[in-house]
């Protein structure tokens, strides 16, 4: 890319947006349609009636947008890639809230509050001088059980999504991973792979990184170009299984 079409790809990205559909939450509201009886409200209002009317008090869930988790792969073989994500998670962190994310190579790295950032130069700044282990080696099952045993417990509750953002080629030949990303799998309500090698149509999951980790992802996607992010809002938004059929087709070619 020239530095014109960087700029231009670096405008377009601040510009996307994750529509991710609302879930319900274990609070609930009043609403007058709602499906239930609010048993407390119904007898404050019976009370201030002075028990001659029961007016019955209905209510229903809240909902909110589940969090958003990104872990990022910045290992040499993903830099050219991870250098303009980066971008890509500044603008979704400051088009929403409750938006987590971890960067990794040979070890894990917190950048969230880097990216709250409204200034992308800033932003950028502060993560360069966070991150010491920037287009270095991959260290995939150290990493996420790192992220398993601290982050976790803080930042996958009310049924988070995790991206998961790597080429899966790991330094450890897959040491660890199918432990470790079993236990996010089962953390999370969705855990969408994404990897820049979907790119070639001749891609296939043979390396023991790859192997380790397509069991336990629910959806594999590319991540190359800005066709490739938009796309992504579809993924995040499917309702039913949690895999498709072409989940299952990558995980039996792994096997």
Known sequence: MTAEEVDAAHRAIRTMRLPILDVPTRRFRPDPAGPSVDMRATMRAALRHGGDIIPLQSRSRR???PPLVI???????????????????????NDRDRVHTLLFGTHLTNVTRYLRQKDIDVAL???????SDWSGGTRIGACLHDFNRHWSRRVLGQGAIVLFISDGLDRDAGDGVAREMR????SCRRLIWLNPLLRYDQFEPKSLGVKALLPFVDDFRPVHNLNSLSELAEALNRTGPRYSAEMAHWRGRAA
Request: hydrophobic share 40%.
């Open 71 to 93: 872990l990022c792969d910045i290992s040499g073989s993903m830099d050219r890639y991870a250098r303009m994500l980066i971008h890509f998670m500044h603008a979704v962190t």
């Open 63 to 65: 909902r909110r947008r």
């Open 183 to 186: 236990r996010l799998q089962g």
């Open 125 to 131: 700044e502060k993560v360069s001088s966070a991150v």
